[in-house]
């Protein structure tokens, strides 16, 4: 039977012995190992009642366990849900319970937490640790090492990945088979990727980059990937003469160049270095070029899309800009408020069409049907401009998106928390410049008459409500949030006001 994923990414690979993951401790795994592992995960699921359709959610460390997961889950027919490490229990349980996910599988150290989230939702619990060892391996022993793929056509439900919106509930949205296989076309086509590529992959494997770019990419194109437990520089230094690509987000190029071994000779193997999630300061682009001789490659891309623009492989890759769009993908600046195109070289939102665009939010059709122009273009939030040559500059984003080390923080999520708090009267959450994660999150608060703030015990209040990524790393108490004359608080004038609080 045909699947549209599996077909593509990993049926051409079943019986290669070539390697497909190359890890820290010097030992590799290949094709044939690695899908005959997700063939028994797939033989462990089904047993515990996955039927195609069902959505399997994963809150694990990245291992090749854990990437056998996702390939199980395609290959069943399942929905794929990868879940931050760094959520708490109370995060996990909105996920689980919005998506009706019919199975959990986390780490055994959180086992005991997630049991009754587990429970609340009817899913199955598994466990999966780091090594590899857990419930899900003990079940899957003996297994047989095929298993048949699940019927699923383009449009069918791939994956569920849940994005902050600036209400404060999270959005899934839905992926499709054709949605994650049509971006991973386009990007083996333009960043020329092949069977002799090794791709450093430092990234997390819970979110659009890591997973959907640059495994998809390597599938795709047959390469393998020296698949590292994340960001270390010692490693990236180590494994860099056998590498020929590196993706990452901007915190891994800054890191770099504070290390001196980043050198000509280091990159030399290496034809091109991809980054993301995150805006590149054009100053790194310049002083990455100076050190190593290579004009690092930026690309933009979001969650309900994938990528959809990148500068070129062979061209100008202009720093400050993301790029042009790529093959299939249409992108058009319009005005927020009609959609109407804007002059050339104006400020407007940017708006996507193509193959790569998500299905719509997991039950918020309200919701999806506003995010959508009647012609078909989805309007990302993300403010533009486009020059003559089609390159995009990103220049804001609309609804006070934060991101800090590649992660997307929605500031209201953050402020309903704070507002809970007591003694707080009102707050306002905002991103200000970071010397490392690009963007760092600060709270800012006023309190209520008669109380008295202070930070450690503002910041104490957030500690166990949300993931470590998502929390304030500065507070302030002020007398009074700056309104406009419509009671807007001004976020901008906030901005501008706690700019320098990470310089130095």
Same mark, same amino acid.
């Given at each position: ?8 990414? !990993? ?22 190992? &690695? ?103 003990? $079940? ?52 020329? !990727? ?11 494997? !819970? ?19 020296? &698949? ?69 490659? /930026? ?51 940017? /708006? ?116 470590? !990524?998502?929390?304030?790393? $500065? ?19 906030? $901005? ?9």
């Amino acid at each position: 039977m045909a699947n549209t994923l599996y077909d593509a990414l !990993f049926k051409p690979h079943e019986a290669s012995e070539a390697t497909f993951l190359r890890l820290k401790d010097g030992s590799t795994v290949s094709y044939a190992g &690695f899908l005959a592992l997700s063939a028994r995960f797939a033989h462990a699921m089904a047993e515990a009642g996955i039927t195609p359709g069902d959505r399997v959610a994963l809150q694990a460390r990245k291992s090749v366990e854990a990437l056998a997961v996702y390939a199980a889950a395609v290959r069943m027919g399942a929905v794929f849900l990868p879940l931050n490490t760094a959520y708490t229990a109370a995060e996990v349980d909105y996920f689980v319970s919005d998506a009706g996910a019919k199975l959990l599988i986390c780490d055994s150290a959180s086992e005991a937490a997630l049991r009754s989230v587990a429970d609340k939702a009817g899913a199955v619990l598994m466990t999966l640790s780091g090594d590899g060892s857990g419930t899900l391996k003990d $079940r899957a022993q003996g297994k047989p090492a095929t298993f048949a793929p699940a019927e699923r056509g383009p449009d069918d439900l791939a994956a569920f990945l849940y994005t902050s919106g600036t209400t404060g509930r999270s959005k899934g949205a839905m992926l499709t088979h054709d949605n994650l296989l049509s971006n991973a076309e386009a990007l083996v086509d333009t960043w020329r !990727f092949t069977k002799d590529d090794v791709l450093l992959h430092a990234l997390p494997i !819970f979110h659009t980059h890591g997973l959907f770019v640059a495994t998809n990419v390597i599938l795709l194109a047959g390469g393998s990937a020296v &698949f590292l437990p994340g960001l270390d520089l010692d490693d990236l230094v180590a494994n860099m003469p056998v590498a020929t690509t590196m993706m990452g987000v901007p915190t891994f190029y800054t890191r770099l160049l504070a290390d001196p071994r980043l050198t000509h000779e280091l990159v030399a193997h290496m034809r091109l270095f991809v980054s993301g999630s995150a805006p590149l300061l054009a100053e790194t682009h310049r002083d990455f070029e100076a050190r190593t001789g290579k004009r690092i490659l /930026e690309r933009y891309g979001m969650t309900e899309t994938n990528m959809n623009t990148s500068n070129p492989y062979e061209g100008e890759r202009r720093a400050g800009t993301v790029g042009q769009p790529l093959p299939g993908v249409s992108v058009r600046i319009a005005d927020p408020d009609t959609g109407k195109p804007v002059a050339a070289g104006g400020i407007g939102v940017i /708006e996507v069409k193509g193959r790569n665009v998500f299905k719509g939010y997991w039950n918020m059709p309200e919701k999806t049907a506003q995010e959508f122009r009647v012609d078909g273009y989805f309007i990302t939030g993300d403010l533009a401009t486009q020059d003559a040559d089609g390159y995009v500059t990103i220049v804001g984003r609309a609804k006070d998106l934060i991101i800090a080390g590649g992660y997307n923080i929605y500031p209201k999520e953050i402020e309903l928390l704070l507002d809970e708090i007591p003694g707080v009267e009102e707050s306002a959450v905002v991103g200000v410049p970071h010397p490392d994660l690009g963007e760092g999150v600060v709270g800012i608060v006023t309190a209520r008459k008669g109380t008295t703030l202070d930070e450690a015990t503002l910041l104490a209040g957030l500690s166990t409500k949300l993931a470590r !990524f998502k929390q304030p790393r $500065r507070i302030f108490v002020v007398d009074e949030l700056p309104r406009n004359t419509m009671g807007k608080v001004q976020k901008n004038l906030l $901005r501008e006001r706690f700019a320098g609080t990470f310089k130095g």
